[in-house]
């Protein structure tokens, strides 16, 4: 791990490694500090680990957190907007190569975009099982892994909420994102010895 986190390190990113998803968080609850405000990608990770239920119970922060039950669609667009501005956005990763690199998917765009320019600060939490060779397994990982289970897990919520279940890989995967580097000190990745996400 020592020889990834110099590889990580030529790229920009700072690469902390911990053995568990309770590390993992302990290690995630030290970026957050009073008054800073703080936005959110889609992750199962995050709510994992606990640091969704964690960040919502401060009471300290600015929050644009678009999960929120009983918003308005406009509502949560606008969080999603505020959130990709914030003084540190939290998330997830789809996956990450052992050549320091990120490759994700997404469907609106608001956490590939975070990632790429915005918020002063971003954290991704990712488990193992996320960590790839290569750009080629990175983007097969969201191919064969990630999105079909983000396909069964959101069409499910969204059957229990009483709606159509909408979802499929042509509008959960409308943008993808390769990132080879960032400035320094901007991106921290929390890789986690553990299975997490997906």
């Known amino acids: 791990m020592e020889n990834l986190k110099k590889i990580y390190k030529k790229h920009g990113f700072e690469l902390i490694c911990v053995p568990t998803q309770e590390e993992a968080l302990s290690v995630a609850m030290s970026f957050i500090k009073p008054h800073m405000s703080i936005g959110f990608g889609g992750s199962t990770t995050v709510k994992q680990i ?14 644009f957190n678009q999960y929120e039950a009983g918003i308005s669609m406009e509502e949560n667009s606008d969080r999603r907007h ?79 909420m009483g709606k159509e279940p909408r979802h499929n890989m042509s509008n959960i995967g409308r943008k993808f994102a390769y990132i080879n580097g960032d400035d320094e000190g901007r991106t921290t990745i929390i890789l986690v010895d553990e299975e997490l996400g997906y």
């Open 50 to 63: 606990g640091l969704y239920d964690y960040v919502t119970s401060r009471k300290d922060i600015t929050l």
């Open 82 to 160: 505020k959130g990709i501005l914030a003084d540190l956005y939290i998330t997830s990763t789809n996956a990450l190569t052992k050549n320091g690199e990120l490759v994700n998917a997404d469907g609106s765009g608001n956490r590939v975009a975070a990632q790429i320019f915005g918020p002063k600060k971003v954290l991704i939490i990712a488990g193992i099982n996320k960590l790839v060779e290569n750009v080629e397994e990175g983007f097969a990982r969201i191919r064969d892994v990630a999105s079909p289970k983000n396909i069964e897990r959101m069409n499910n919520l969204a059957i229990s």
